[in-house]
């Protein structure tokens, strides 16, 4: 199960709302650069290269997790 901090969590659900580094950083409270620092530790989390591969990511283990909460 992914285990993601609270500002991971924003950041994941700004990603999927495709929203671009300027605005997340305006969302969240933070520089650009710290937004772009928060994605590559996010990416190594992950084990992803980039934007498209960590919402593909994303979806996937939300599926399963549903998945999961049915067969219960």
Known sequence: MLE???QQVRLVESLL???RDKQ???ELGVTVPTVRTY???LFHKLDV???VELVVRIFVVAREIES???CR
């Open 24 to 26: 997340i950083a305006t």
């Open 68 to 70: 999961r909460t049915r």
């Open 4 to 6: 993601l901090s609270p």
């Open 17 to 19: 709302r495709s929203m």
């Open 49 to 51: 290269e980039d934007r």
């Open 39 to 41: 994605m590559t530790r």
